[in-house]
């Protein structure tokens, strides 16, 4: 009588399997890293975009005045995409814009904030490219010259 040695047991079958995981294993590893770093390249457009926005917006303050930087911002504003803005004096009051309720803490800060928030546009919400009712934005908040705030984002849902 032959013994038969179970199939796990020889070194052929071991060691492919051993191999099948080490791939699965680095498969997995090299897909989180390309996520994580595609994750990174895209944060970092968009605050290069969201910064030149609040440039070319500060710029026509500068130039032209605050009402023409106004009307740039409701103009950027009505427009269909992820772009978020929010214009509003030193006491928290919305001007013009397509977002409300920004959070006390981005309307008193400058710098990067994310925050859920509200588009308050009619227009914009029923647009045939509309904005999220709601939704979860990164903005940048910056105190102007002429003391109003202004804040520029995109929607990152």
């Known amino acids: 009588m032959t013994s038969k040695t179970p199939l796990w047991r020889t070194t052929t079958v071991r060691l492919t399997g051993f191999f ?3 791939f699965v294993v680095a498969s997995i590893v090299l897909l989180g890293v390309t ?4 994750s ?4 970092r457009q968009q605050a290069r975009d969201i910064g030149r926005e609040i440039d070319q917006l500060q710029r026509v303050e500068r ?3 605050v009402r023409a930087m106004a009307i740039a911002v409701e ?3 009505r427009r269909p995409g992820a772009g978020l803005y929010y ?3 030193d006491t928290g009051r919305q001007l013009v814009g397509n977002i409300s309720d920004v959070p006390p803490f981005v309307l008193s800060g400058t710098g990067f904030f994310t925050f859920d928030y509200n588009v308050t546009d009619a227009a914009a919400a029923d647009s045939q490219f509309p904005l999220n009712a709601s939704g979860f934005a990164v903005v940048r908040s910056v105190k102007l010259d002429s003391g109003l705030r202004l ?6 849902v």
């Open 20 to 22: 099948i995981l080490l």
């Open 35 to 38: 996520a994580y770093q595609s």
């Open 40 to 43: 990174i390249v895209i944060q």
């Open 63 to 65: 130039n032209r005045g």
């Open 75 to 77: 103009a950027l504003a």
């Open 87 to 89: 214009l509003g004096d």
């Open 151 to 156: 804040v520029v984002g995109r929607d990152i």
